[in-house]
């Protein structure tokens, strides 16, 4: 039997903190490690499974089969899914911006959580909302506690809005699928920008 996958998720309920950003450019970054990566989408919005898609079409993500996508859509039951699902070595989620059940269901699956956080007030009380709550779950989980850290998102915002107007907005899939301004495209310049966060935020992970 295939080893169990060490499962991840991404998720902070501030809207737009960079969650679906950070799940896919943090899987590319495994998948490019040679770990066999599953993407988990169970947003309802679908971000990571849009970005997925026109990054894959781009040649931005590793296309070799080590980056696999499954999309739980609200209605489904998470365990049949999850019983269906791809082997994979890492399985990382993205989870709505909002306290949902199925937020409840994926951290209940996760081996570490990431919690983005934006230079914003309601970003730290989300931040603290999301820790409150992996805590009451950690007290009762038999295979013990959810090691989980903040990773700062956006710091460079303000620099990038000053940028826009050259470049063109750095990451909306919908928006940008078809706008190349700038000698790289702005989702890859993302992608090299993130490279570094990650690593951080997987050592800070590694220290919990
Ligand atoms: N590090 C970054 N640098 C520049 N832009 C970023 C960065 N991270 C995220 N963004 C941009 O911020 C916006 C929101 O990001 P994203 O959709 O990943 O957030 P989210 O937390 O998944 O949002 P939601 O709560 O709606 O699911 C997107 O337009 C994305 O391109
Ligand atoms: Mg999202």
Known sequence: MAAKPLSLAISTF????????LNVNLAAEFAQQGHRTLLIDCDEQESSTRWYNVSMKRGLLPTDGTLLHLRVAPGDQFRDRLADAP???IRIYDVGGYVHQRAIEVYHECDAVLIPIIPEPTAATSAIKVATILKEISKKRPQGPIPYAAIWN???????KHNKVASGSPCDPDERQDSHGGDRHPQEQSFQRCRGRLRLALFQAGQH
Do not use: N, Q
């Open 87 to 89: 082997e994979a070595d």
């Open 14 to 21: 501030k809207g737009g903190a960079g969650k679906s950003t």
């Open 154 to 160: 956006y710091v460079d915002m303000i620099a990038l």
